[in-house]
């Protein structure tokens, strides 16, 4: 396992655990940050060992979001002309969102466990995990707003589809804050924890009954579920018809088939 | 009234009620089941007279899912080329698929009445269903992924837009059990009835309101609701615009209009 | 600020109030409301001192939808061929939808405070709206199917993605009568109040939180969520990209930064 | 083989010919035809034998397009309520439209051959096909605007993709008669021939061509073109590598392989 | 009829003839342009007597695009902030494409005859309108570039569905002056004439042609190729059965089929 | 300039030239290939100094397509279980996808100079490029049919853009050689020329004149065009809106204007 300055990256179990590991600066997502995920989730995607994700923040927080330097760093860097700065910001801003689109696109289910701050960059990060559970005196906002910007790594993009249209705008117009218990209720998260310590060992014990699922079955599901965010009915059920053209072929059919009728755990292949 | 297999057809006040009817076999689907569903769907859809559908399940349970012999049966009947029997799998899953596209696409709503195992291919057709009503002590669950399989006749296309993104992951991923009360927070069902008589109780009353309304009326509604899970909002309104165009000329609105004037109840022609 | 027939509009602290006004025939939408709602959205979009929208309704109901004379007028209107009929129909439905449109695409938020009734076109109108706050006994009701008609000016297509697609359909079929609290757990509204006047300060506070931010960021955020409710999401993450090319060359950003930084309040041009 | 109506079919070296067989009735496509398309590109679907369909009319022309008389028919058909007569024109109309959907969707490609008039429904027909060939003299108008309506089975929503924007508008809007050599020059046929043996001969050996082709390869291709009539390059992509993933491990590569490397022809099993 | 500024409209034998009328000027299209075409299309929508318009340009050239003093304008009236001037910027392009939609959404066929100049804007035009056609000797430029510009107004959105993608962009790129036998070949016009006289004689006698169909056809063909520009293929075909469900109950199609039974030719009601 | 295996690349008045360099292979697409194209169009991408791109082929012919060793290679790679194996073919061939994606949206115009044979995958390669020239003996063929498959890598999502949907079945289902004569008639390029030396002049000149112009509104222009591929009108013309409110601001406005006043030419930043 390689070594990363913004993450501390374990697998064991079939599971990574992927852990923000900045903690003395809240987590704050800096440059390394920026780079490193996209690293680990391409050694995700190419491990077949790997077969679940837990993403974690050491520490009493989950993560403030943006480093504040990093986005000064950004203006600092631009020149005078309006539209070569338009055509700079616009690749950074692509960029970034490539980061968290690493962690959507990710063939593996990918479940967030969330204590303290998740603010501003930090939900648009969640937003793009597969499942979300929390302490339950986390505390979220949308904090863009009250930078002076709209987020643009995600959040808007979404969130909408997690939480519903009318919520939505109350947190993202004015960034209010809050708590697991109002997260649960809204859908944002699928389940709250009394600490940090239950909080992962819930998460955890989730990930392990994933990872005990055949992992081809799993990876459909996942695939399916993410294009129906984007597309019509008919579309998702001809794409799945396609996909298990292939898929129905495979052995672990048989498997479970097998251990159903003798009333075993089955055991699937990587 | 035709005479099925494997399911129980009534039509009474304008009410059509289907119920499955292979209560010794927990209501799996088998070959009849997927054929004669396509029949009677066809058969509301020509029958003015039906304004109204409840599907339910005969005896203890809803439905158990699909048949596991006929899906070996499947499996049996693959040959040696994986490019022909890709062919072969494709067209079979499009034509499971096409059953339960009869219960989506059926002109007259259809309120589904769930009691008891709720399981796999089950959710599929409850998904397809308007809307859904079950007991207290109801059992849902994915079960395709015990299967090693991700499921391919609509749950992974219709559910996000039913229970949201977050939770339908979960229980997609782990298979997981819910009851009647999760069931009813998530907005996978509208209510809970404490127990099955209770439910069929109420769901036919519910369904005795709609039978009262304009089927005109009733019709463009559905025909909204469906097209906008897969379309954008302008052109959701072009649609109706045009829809109504016509319709707005039936002489329904002079009865409702006249009935609301004198406070009587309308009386709509088939 | 012009004089209205249908509405009283108030312009203060950078919130602009938009009230229906016609208590004594319970805000029934004539002719006049339909054509004035326009121009005053116009105006809020071209008026940079206004930040943010508060829409209610004098007296004791919000509205009890389209005012049924007005119905009657388009009927007498038509003449014999169908089929020009049907052109005049169509073209009159879109005008109608129009109104409402200019209430979904104005640049600033709206927020909706409803009591009393709020049915049909009522509901059609605060669907349009970016956020929904009511009194715990306000009432809901999709009036239109008990008139032989399906809603067609915009509930049908918007209330979807803001309440889910299970308990929408039994709404628009059933035309049941929902109140405040649950209007709340469905997501309809955001919150309940326990009076009108609670009402009124409630929202009023929100919208004055939404009046201090900046006025750049608001738009962008708006005209995202507006956005996701019909695109991609990678289609949305582009057009974040190309947006924020051009908004992130403020000066609001650098206004919020030395705000935060001084742990100031942020003052923001119009 | 079965024995039709409308039509005569025939089966050899893989090629099913499909001829309308009304010529003394200008092939016009009467209730007949209509049923029977469906039932004979149902069993086209069906028979793995048939690799590829030539469609052509007996007789001096192609097709007059849709018979009057079932045209009156439908009119007389009609009650007195505006609404229950869309709903059911409605419906007829999507039900003829579901005669050339299958000719559209049919698995195997589809080539016209297409001599002296081919007007209206015709049109309809052959923009349905895959490709299209003709003699010099053959004459297309889009004959419904004489009709006093807009063409409703396929023309306007097909034919734009094929002779592109601008020259579809005139056609459409003017009805004007062009030739075979006009309809190739806009890309409405892909050759023409000389007389209606020359384009049959010519057309029987493209089909003969394609006939010989990996029939695995040859479905895959078409169903890749079909749909990207209406969907993205993307999503495009995405969809060619999950059909792909299963059909590359089909044996018709390696036989493919084997006899590039022996310069012998493949034979490919059907 | 009303007069204008910058231009001349006529109406006779139901074609509405609107001709560009700042000959001195080369037909630059200034502030009364922009906004009287919105006027005047409004009117040709609201007048039944209109069936069909002729778009020209008065004297030796068709328009050679956006007035540059009003550009420079535009420049002047921008502010200090990059955020708010591209807020002003973006209003201001969608309220000048607006002007453009008015054709492109007219109800009735345009048609836009085309001598000497077509550049910049004016490209944007015509690519706005159903038809073109043009003297041989007509010179088309997307001039946009040469202005350091990206054109804005429509060009770049509607031209590659009419003349293909690939001389698009050659054409786009380097601003490339072709004259109208190119653009013929294209597929940019349908036909070209000798001289400015024949081709507004040609125009007219084609306009005329359309002026005798029935209205209430030729809208829904206008409807129907414009909703397939964006549409699929299996919506257009149910927006198609919708919009004829009440367009065939029109008495347009009886006095089309009387008009044919006695060879005699049909007078439709406008 | 880095050196590469696969590919000779030059840089000289602001045009890339990239060249296949195995003309002892026939320039077939090896494994260096498909990854050092991907290295070059970033490298072009991110090098301001690059205005444009010309890509051709070194020898006699332009590329055979995908080399046929990296294929078997492909096939050996595969295990036992058909689910596992689709999802590593899946992977690859999304892989090769992005090398010619690459290309698609490279942010300057792709000219692609095409002599001899343009085979395969030449096909799929030359698609994502903007524009097409030949000379008139080069030769044009859809190859995978023969190879068994159906074409993967671009040709059948991109070419149907270009050619229309007619001829390009043909060409997929025949894999029939087309001439530079042909080609052009049909749309495949834009221009022909007598020979290789010709045709390299022809296209370097052509790439010179766009070189000459605002990089911005080239970039903007290609982005546009790209957009609309896949996109609906209104929304291309929102996306413009947005787009040119940074872009307007732009110094190349003013550097057009001044030269255009002063009939110079102008001199665009990089």
């Given at each position: 396992?390689?070594?990363y300055k913004a993450f501390q990256v ?7 655990h992927v852990q923000i590991n900045r903690p003395?600066k809240i987590n704050a997502m800096n440059?390394d940050f920026?780079?490193e995920i996209?690293?680990i ?14 993403l974690s923040g050491a520490g009493?927080h989950f993560s403030s979001g ?46 967030a466990a969330i204590?303290?701050y998740c603010?501003?960059g930090a939900?648009?990060l969640v ?144």
């Amino acid at each position: 396992m390689a070594e990363y300055k913004a993450f501390q990256v374990e697998l064991a179990d079939k599971i990574a655990h992927v852990q923000i590991n900045r903690p003395e600066k809240i987590n704050a997502m800096n440059v390394d940050f920026w780079s490193e995920i996209i690293e680990i989730f391409r050694w995700i995607d190419e491990t077949d060992e790997v077969r679940v994700v837990v993403l974690s923040g050491a520490g009493k927080h989950f993560s403030s979001g943006i480093d504040l330097m990093m986005l000064a760093q950004v203006a600092n860097d631009l020149g005078k002309d309006v539209g070569r700065n338009a055509d700079v910001l616009r690749r950074k801003i692509l960029q970034l969102q490539a980061s968290f689109n690493a962690v959507d696109q990710c063939r593996k289910p990918v479940l967030a466990a969330i204590q303290g701050y998740c603010l501003g960059g930090a939900i648009d990060l969640v937003s793009a995990c597969d499942m979300r559970y929390c302490t339950e005196d986390a505390q979220f906002s949308i904090k863009e707003i009250d930078m002076g910007m709209a987020a643009d790594v995600g959040t808007l993009q979404r969130l909408p589809r997690i939480i519903g249209d009318g919520m939505m705008r109350e947190l993202a117009f004015t960034g209010r804050t809050i708590d697991g218990h109002e997260a649960r209720e809204i859908g944002l998260v699928n389940r709250t924890y009394a600490d940090q310590s239950a909080l992962l060992d819930g998460v955890m014990q989730l990930a392990g009954q994933i990872a005990e699922k055949s992992p081809v079955a799993i990876r459909g599901t996942k695939e399916m579920i993410r294009y129906m965010r984007d597309h019509r009915v008919d579309d998702g059920l001809e794409y799945i018809a396609t996909w298990n053209a292939a898929m129905l072929q495979s052995a672990d059919l048989r498997v479970a088939m097998a251990a159903h009728m003798s009333k075993q755990k089955p055991e699937f292949a990587d």
